[in-house]
């Protein structure tokens, strides 16, 4: 018989050693918790960042959760950005702060914004917080007057493993792919920055030249001349196909329909048909954002009005070329289309993509009949790149292959569903497919989670993190399993 239970079969036991008995049982139980699941975050001195009000949120959240590996996940994950990937500083004496991916020492415009994305909510607790997230928003600024273009810059005009691509290398940019979203997640960060902290101080002359430049090369992609009306091509010596386009360098011939064209997707790889309908959906409330931006704080009532008819002609374009009609499932979103009746019905595991469109997207509610249409082709094994193993099931893309599950798009599948059970089992998926890390990573295969790629990639973190305060917000009742 344990110790334990021949104290509590004690004769004579009172309330008193009940309850030190209890405390006692509670005290082991912590450390047996703390040995198996000891924490995988940086030692306190060795943080890139930290936020007071971020660190009072992981306790809070914690104390929510009944499942220990779960709260594991969550205080490892959640303030990952912070603790590995934010270079905090100044330039010009403003704030400025540069947010690698990971694994990866660049950064990306459309990582380093949804990495700090979810901690915006609390900079009103926080003011250095607040502060560290101007800096990205003038960094990104810096970065699209340099080249709108390029989705990846280095820290400084240091050059990169690609500057031989045969494009317009410039040494301050890791990469020069051209994605729409790209330019689109910037306005997001910023938007959602004014409108939670009605902070303005970043929204300078040097960030509204850069917007003109979002919106001009937006125009100049929707190629209204043709496939080559473009200053942008890219070509690379490669052995994978979607590192590289077509026709030396100008994609896939496209019909100019008023859609905009993305050289590459979200997840760096080549489009098919070049105009790619979720970014072109990202793009429309983007533009709406900045409309209102640039009215409300920079009283440029023309640029709102050149916003806001560029948007319409983007949305019309995909209500009329976007959708289309599936033998199965009915009116869908496709995924890519050309303007000449080519389309692509599949989806990508990265963001944006089909399933994440409430989530990006405020006019598209996770009710609307196509997006659910949609939701229910994407996640079935009709979407070519839906994969179901022994281990899990969800999108995968080719940018890692076939068979290969993306910790995103089960997020991404949480984050847009109002079913707690769908919900649940989402994290349970997450929670058993970490392959005992204690993070989430880009992808892993679907019959064997310890089989997996980038051990350090904090976007998929910290998204994790916002899913599970997300929850314990809305669905508390989730996280007691």
């Known amino acids: 018989m344990t110790s334990r239970r021949k104290f509590l079969y004690t004769g004579g036991l009172g309330l008193l050693g009940v309850s030190m008995a209890q405390s006692a049982v509670g005290s082991r139980l912590l450390d047996f918790q703390l040995e198996l699941y000891p924490s995988k975050r940086p030692l306190l001195a060795q943080r890139k960042f930290t936020s007071p009000a971020v660190e009072s949120l992981i306790q809070q959240v914690k104390g929510q959760i009944k499942n220990p590996k779960l709260a594991w996940l969550f205080e490892n994950c959640y303030p990952n950005t912070l603790d590995t990937t934010v270079h905090f500083g100044r330039r010009n004496n403003q704030p400025d702060t540069f947010v690698i991916t990971g694994d990866i020492d660049a950064m990306w415009l459309r990582d380093s914004s949804a990495q700090v994305y979810p901690y915006v909510a609390l900079c009103a607790k926080d003011p250095k917080l607040s502060e560290m ?87 100049q992609q929707q190629r209204k001349n043709g496939t080559k009306d473009t200053p942008y091509t890219f070509t690379r010596q490669t052995d994978r196909a979607a590192d590289t386009l077509m026709n030396f360098g100008y994609g896939n011939p496209i019909q100019p329909v008023g859609l905009i064209c993305s050289a590459f997707r979200p997840s760096d790889d080549a489009t098919v048909l070049s105009f790619l309908i979720p970014s072109n959906l990202f793009v429309v409330e983007s533009l709406r954002q900045l409309a209102e931006m640039s009215t409300q704080i920079n009283n440029d009532s023309a640029f709102a009005t050149e916003c806001l008819a560029l948007a319409d002609e983007v949305m019309a374009a995909v209500q009329r070329y976007g959708i289309v009609e599936h033998p199965k499932y009915g009116a869908v979103y496709a995924y890519e289309v050309d303007g000449f009746g080519g389309r692509l019905l599949m989806d990508d595991s990265n963001v944006p993509n089909l399933l994440a469109l409430p989530y990006l997207c405020s006019f598209i509610k996770t009710t609307d009949p196509i997006y659910q249409n949609t939701r229910r082709l994407v996640l079935s094994e009709d979407n070519p790149y839906y994969f179901k193993g022994t281990a899990a099931a969800g999108l995968g893309g080719p940018h890692v292959g076939i068979d290969w599950i993306w910790p995103l798009s089960l997020i991404t599948q949480a984050l847009t569903t109002s079913d707690p059970e769908e919900i649940k089992s989402c994290i349970e998926t997450l929670v058993r497919t970490d392959a005992d890390t204690g993070f989430m990573h880009e992808a892993f295969h679907k019959n064997d989670p310890k089989q997996f790629t980038r051990a350090w990639f904090a976007w998929a973190n910290t998204l994790f993190g916002e899913l599970i305060v997300q929850t314990a917000g809305k669905y508390p009742e989730i996280l007691r399993f």
């Open 133 to 219: 997230i101007e800096g990205v928003i003038r960094r990104q600024t810096h970065c699209i007057q340099i080249d709108p273009y390029a989705n990846a810059f280095n820290r400084e005009a240091t050059g990169s493993y690609w500057e031989k691509d045969n494009t317009r290398m410039l040494p301050e940019l890791h990469e020069r792919k051209w994605e729409i979203d790209s330019l689109c997640y910037p306005i997001r960060l910023a938007h959602h920055y004014w409108k939670t902290t009605g902070q303005t101080q970043a929204f300078t002359g040097e960030w509204r030249n850069a917007m003109r430049a979002v919106v001009q090369t937006f125009r």
